[in-house]
C-alpha cells in the first residue's frame, strides 16, 4: 500500500488552499501576517516524493515568497521532508488531526516548531497552529486559516 491507502486523512487534504497566516509573539501581540496559497499533491513516489506541498506567500507590500515540500513516506503513516531550508516528519492524530514536528535548518536546532492541522468534516476548511518553541520556552506562534479552492 502507498501514501493514499496508508494515510487517507492526507490524501483529503490535497488540492489548492488559500488562507492567511497571522504571527504573534509570546504576548499574543500581531509581529506579521500574510496571505497564502498553497497546493498540496500526493504521488506515487516515482518522482522521487510522495507528497508535494508548494507554498505561496503574498504580503500587503506586495513582497512574495515561494517554498516547496517534497515528502516522503516513511511508512507506518509517517511522512518526512528533508530540504534545504528545513527537516521534519508528520503523521495523523485521529481523523480530523495533522501532527507536525521541524526544524528551520538556519535557525538552530533549539529552535523547534510543533504544528497541528486540523481539517473540517466537510474537507473544505483548515485551521492550523504553529507554535515556535526555543530552549523549551514558546517564543511565537503562526495561526493559519485556510479554505479550500481547488479539489
Known amino acids: 500500500m502507498g501514501i493514499r491507502e496508508e494515510m487517507p486523512l492526507l490524501a483529503r487534504h490535497e488540492g489548492e488552499w488559500e488562507g492567511t497566516y497571522v504571527y504573534v509573539d ?7 501576517s500574510h496571505r497564502s496559497h498553497l497546493t498540496c499533491t500526493l504521488g506515487d513516489g516515482t518522482d522521487g516524493w510522495d507528497y508535494h506541498q508548494v507554498n505561496v506567500y503574498t504580503w500587503e507590500d506586495g513582497r512574495t515568497e515561494e517554498h516547496r515540500f517534497p515528502g516522503t513516506y516513511l511508512g507506518g503513516g509517517h511522512c518526512g521532508f ?6 521534519g516528519e508528520f503523521w495523523g492524530v485521529d481523523d480530523n488531526t495533522i501532527y507536525l514536528s ?3 535548518k538556519e535557525k538552530g536546532a533549539d529552535l523547534r516548531l510543533f504544528e497541528l492541522i486540523v481539517l473540517s468534516e466537510d474537507g473544505n476548511h483548515r485551521n492550523r497552529v504553529w507554535q515556535w518553541i526555543r530552549s523549551g520556552i514558546c517564543v ?3 495561526l493559519i486559516n ?3 479552492v481547488v479539489a
Open 26 to 32: 509570546a504576548d499574543g501581540k500581531i509581529v506579521d
Open 82 to 87: 528533508d530540504t534545504d531550508r528545513l527537516t
Open 102 to 104: 521541524w526544524i528551520y
Open 140 to 142: 511565537q506562534r503562526t
Open 146 to 148: 485556510e479554505t479550500r
